[in-house]
C-alpha cells in the first residue's frame, strides 16, 4: 500500500536559487540523505542567481538570471517539475602533493621542536639545573 508520505517523497522536487555555493551547499545536504539511506533523493533544479553559475549552465539551466524575472521564474519552476532527471556523481579530489608538503611542514615543525627540546637539556645540564637523572625519573617515573 503506498501511503501519502511515500507518494509525496517520490513525487518532491527541490528548486535551488543561488550560485554555485549554494547549489553546492544545498546537493551536499541531500548527499547526507542519500549516506543515511533516506531514499529516494529528490531531484534538484536551479535558479541561477549566483556570479558564475558553472553547475547551473552546465546542466542547461542557464547562466544567468534574466530581468523579466516572473515569467523566468515561473518558466524556471516549470522547469524544474517537469524536465528530465539526471543522475550527477559528486567526487572529492585530494591533491597528494598538497598532502605530502602538509605532512613535510608538521615533521619539520617535530623536528625543530625536538631539536629545541634537547638544546634547552644541554643548556639546563650544563648550568646543573638539570641531570640525567631528573630526566630519567621524569620521563619514567616509578
Excluded at 8 to 31: H, N, Q
Aim: hydrophobic content about 50%; proline content about 5%.
Amino acid at each position: 500500500m503506498i501511503t501519502a508520505r511515500k507518494l509525496l517523497v517520490k513525487k518532491i522536487r527541490i528548486v535551488v536559487a543561488g550560485g554555485d555555493g549554494t547549489v553546492g551547499w544545498m546537493l551536499g545536504c541531500l548527499s547526507d540523505l542519500y549516506k543515511m539511506k533516506r531514499e529516494p533523493v529528490p531531484p534538484t533544479g536551479i535558479i541561477p542567481l549566483g556570479t558564475g553559475n558553472d553547475l547551473a549552465r552546465s546542466f542547461g539551466w542557464g547562466g544567468s538570471f534574466p530581468f523579466g524575472w516572473r515569467s523566468a521564474v515561473k518558466r524556471y519552476l516549470s522547469k524544474a517539475a517537469t524536465g528530465p532527471v539526471c543522475r550527477l556523481d559528486r567526487c572529492f579530489v585530494i591533491n597528494i602533493f598538497t598532502s605530502l608538503l602538509i605532512a613535510f611542514d608538521i615533521l619539520i615543525h617535530f623536528v625543530q621542536s625536538f631539536k629545541f627540546i634537547l638544546l634547552l637539556v644541554a643548556y639546563l645540564g650544563k648550568k646543573k639545573i638539570l641531570t640525567l637523572g631528573s630526566i630519567l625519573a621524569f620521563i619514567w617515573p616509578k
